[in-house]
């Protein structure tokens, strides 16, 4: 019998509180998200993957097809290469700056150019140029997670992040045999205008099928910037892909590298000093970005090395004892089913991340990657095993894929979205690129002649697949050091947006599986976290109060204005105000005038949250309907002085000894929640910054019971209700434990015995025995129990539990005449 145990009574949990109806919105001033947009952009990517992987069935063919030595062949891969990674952070901060939509289109647009060059020429300058074209659509990948996460749901947003993700795999897989195909049947030059077509073919689907966000980031393009990253990634990637060539030691390689060095330095201390920087080099450097981004190197590598190695392995001759001798398009088919396992897992992803984290799933990810290496060591004597290999690794980097962009995402403000994203594929195509050259360099010298050339050995493929699980497990080691606290959704955020200083004192506090709020489930407060307008900080303003069908904002015919004014009435310059559609996504930013006014446009109709920060000031907040083009919603943000502090100390034990990471969330009188925090290692804990006015103080710790406490603040002097100091300082009642064993007439454990705790005659607890007769029921806050067992005869004995107790309670069933003992 299956042991079941339910050791409390089940929790009650607030009915989440409804979002006010909207008015039905004007003809056509509402725009909703497309139903085609994921498809789209998904679909997108896959063409930016089938580009990148067009020429490797032809790669050996190169030198005899473009008339040169194969030292300079070689370009046409390499140039892409580079023309992509210097592309992709570029386009990233011009899609946050001027239109995603935009960057989209204009990077589609030079693929297809790209394409048309190759597809007319055999000429290898030519040729160089239109692939380096080419590489400029690498910046659609995260230009796409950019405005998913712009226009999609919240709820929507994970599974779409992962499938975009994912497609470069996706196309790859799918384009390496449909390229095989067409190379041995057509001229070579088809491969070029299949890819322009397809290019076409994206951009008209997104001119229909996806629209342009209203999300900008401010300041304005690095030049600078971006000509100081170009030459350094150009001087670092170079050796790295034509080191094996050129030789390691080689003066060329050694100056690349050292350029490349002095040159990012220069380019990062210049990035520092400047208002608007191409990438923003301090919040590279949080720890969830960075080592997210060190991660992704480690993906990189691993996703490249099974494409080096098993379309090699299944085309050599069987003559060598070890090749598979298949044509190029079996060996293409066979790699396939890596592009279509990544496609597959996306929804896997979605709910992984869901219960566990992006971080959870990028670690399950990255171990059945290594699983998939290491057993491929021994799976290389059939084409059917090379399957085997191909679906197990493209499980696992589905998985990792997937999961990057939302830890990307969950670390960034929406402004910079494209421009992060577009550093984190920086980040895999420098692994794609270190793998190339390192598998590249011990294939070349782990090789054996075979007629006028030379071929991998079976053991080059077996320590090419041992580096790839190395560069994996080091995946694994760096990816364990990510917070399992991810930070709360943006529009939380934006309503209590503080300064950092506050932020260190009353951040958001820990989610209990590490990730935000998900979509409907009851917050702390007992509101749900897709209802913006039941979030709220202390001393909600709610005084939209006029609509005024004139008008044009910042050059929009649609919007919200006011003015962000003090308790006295007076004007609050410099205060950041932010606009939050209904999906906790920032619509719109701006900083109030010097008169306290503001402007912002709204993209469509429907119900946001305005809130308004700024320093020594508690943030606040106002729900705001727009009801469509033409008109102007009118918002008055009232910030309030920067209130007093609350400061105590948490014990609990037998002992009182402190309690560490105890939590302390404070409620206003709505019952909302306004700060949350955690006891320090010797139990203290403070917030400050909180308005005057009346709060609930409720203090937690896993094994003791909770306790509420009332707190009154008035003039920067907190009391309760009993006039107690500010400070406070609690003792928690640890919960009660009782465990045993059930034991039959001949003393031996007595398997499927059903042991039911009673309290006051209500079922507190229900378990079925298993072989070793134990039974166990913890936190248990009340006093006096009935414990009862049934399962041979019935038995029953009274418990009375002291705080904290453990208690111990044996129990023999014995034939009916007999008594059972404690």
């Keep these: 019998m299956t042991r079941t145990t339910t050791d409390q009574l089940p929790a009650r949990t ?18 909703r998200a497309r139903a085609g947009l994921v498809p789209v952009l998904a679909f997108a990517g896959i063409v930016v993957a089938v580009m990148q992987t067009l020429l490797v069935p032809v790669i050996k063919d190169l030198p005899t097809l473009l008339g040169t030595a194969p030292s300079n062949a070689t370009w046409v891969m390499t ?15 011009l899609g946050d700056l001027y239109g995603k939509r935009r960057m989209l289109l204009a990077s589609l647009a030079v693929m297809v150019i790209g394409s048309l060059i190759c597809g007319f020429t055999s000429q ?3 040729m160089i140029v239109g692939r380096a074209l080419q590489g400029f659509a690498m910046g659609a990948i995260p230009l796409g997670i950019g405005l998913m996460r712009d226009e999609l749901p919240r709820e929507r947003l994970g599974s779409a992040m992962a499938l975009m993700s994912s497609s470069i795999g996706v196309g790859g897989g799918l ?40 999300v900008r980031a401010p300041g304005r393009f690095d030049v600078a910037g971006a000509l100081g990253l170009s030459v350094g990634l150009v001087a670092l990637l170079l050796p790295i892909t034509k080191g094996s060539d050129w030789g390691w030691g080689s003066p060329t390689t050694l100056g690349l590298f050292g350029a490349a060095a002095l040159i990012l330095v220069l380019w990062g201390v210049m990035e520092l000093r400047i208002s608007d ?14 080592l997210t981004n060190l991660a992704s190197i480690t993906v990189g590598v691993a996703f490249y090395a099974i494409s080096l190695v098993l379309p090699q392995l299944l085309q050599l001759p069987k003559s060598t004892g ?55 060591i021994g799976l290389m004597q059939a084409p059917w095993q090379t399957i085997i290999i191909a679906v197990v690794v493209g499980a696992g980097i589905g998985l990792a894929y ?82 399992s606290q991810r930070k709360a959704a943006g529009a939380r955020e934006a309503v209590v947006a503080q300064s950092a200083e506050e932020r260190g004192a009353s951040g958001a506090g820990p989610v209990e599986d590490g990730g935000p709020t998900p979509p409907g489930k009851p917050t702390a407060s007992g509101a749900s976290a897709d209802s913006l307008d039941s979030m709220g900080s202390a001393g909600l303003v709610d005084s939209v109060d006029s609509m005024d069908p004139v008008g044009v904002v910042d050059g929009v015919a649609a919007g919200f204005r006011g003015r962000v004014v003090d308790s006295a009435g007076g004007p609050v310059p410099g205060a950041t105000v932010t606009l939050i559609d209904r999906h906790g996504q920032q619509a719109g930013v701006t900083t109030a005038a010097a008169d306290g006014s503001y402007a912002l446009a709204a993209p469509t109709a429907g119900t946001y949250v305005l809130t308004g920060a700024a320093p020594g000031h508690t943030p606040h907040a106002a729900s705001a309907t727009h009801y469509g083009e033409g008109t102007v919603a009118e918002a008055e943000l009232v910030l309030t002085p920067a209130g007093s502090r609350l400061r105590g100390t948490l014990r ?36 400050g910054q909180l308005p005057d006015g009346d709060y609930t103080l409720v203090f937690s710790a896993a094994g003791h019971q909770p306790e509420a406490r009332a707190v009154q603040l008035a003039g920067g002097v907190g009391a309760d209700t009993g006039g107690a100091p500010t400070g406070q300082d609690v003792r928690l009642r640890p919960t009660a434990t009782v465990r045993g064993t059930v034991r039959g007439p001949d003393g031996q454990p007595l398997n499927d015995a059903a042991v039911t705790l009673l309290e006051d005659g209500t079922v507190a607890g229900h378990m079925v025995t298993g072989p070793d007769g134990a039974y166990a029921f913890a936190d248990l806050m009340g006093r006096h129990y009935t414990l009862s067992a049934a399962g041979y005869p019935p038995h029953a004995t009274p418990i009375s539990l002291a705080g904290g107790a453990d208690e111990r309670l044996d129990l023999d069933l014995v034939q009916p005449g007999g008594a059972g003992e404690r």
Excluded at 341 to 356: D, G, N, S
């Design 322 to 376: 070890y090749g598979l001798g298949q044509s190029m398009v079996v060996a293409g088919l066979c790699v396939a089913p890596l592009g279509l396992t990544m496609m597959f897992v996306a929804p896997v992803y979605a709910r992984i991340a869901a219960r566990r984290g992006p971080k959870i799933s990028l670690l399950l990810g990255m171990l059945i990657i290594g699983i998939g290496y290491g057993s491929g």
């Design 652 to 687: 609990g034990g037998p002992d009182g000894t402190a309690l560490a990471g105890a939590s302390v969330v404070i409620t206003d009188g709505r019952g909302d929640v306004v700060t949350r925090t955690t006891s320090g290692a010797d139990g203290h804990w403070e917030v």
């Design 79 to 93: 140039a892409t290469l580079l023309a992509g990674a210097v592309a992709t952070p570029i386009m990233g901060r």
């Design 175 to 214: 384009a390496l045999p449909a390229a095989a195909l067409v190379a041995q049947h057509a001229d070579w030059h088809t491969l070029f205008f299949a890819a322009a077509g397809l290019g076409v073919l994206s951009m008209l689907l997104t001119l229909f099928a996806v629209p342009e966000t209203s």
């Design 124 to 126: 290898l300058i030519v």
């Design 402 to 483: 997937s999961s990057l962009p939302a830890l990307i995402v969950g670390a960034v403000d929406p402004s910079e979205t494209g421009a992060a994203n577009g550093l984190n594929t920086l980040m895999r195509s420098i692994g794609t690129s270190v793998s190339s050259a390192v598998i590249g360099m011990v294939l070349a010298h782990m090789s054996e002649p075979l007629g006028p050339v030379a071929v991998p050995t079976m053991a080059g493929f077996r320590v090419s697949f041992l580096i790839a699980t190395a560069a994996v497990a080091l995946g694994v080691l760096v990816a364990a050091f990510l917070p």
């Design 14 to 31: 607030a009915e989440p509180a409804a979002a006010p109806p909207l008015p039905p919105p004007p003809e056509g001033g509402h725009r």
């Design 277 to 290: 920087p191409l990438v923003d080099l301090r919040t590279s450097a949080r720890r969830e970005v960075l």
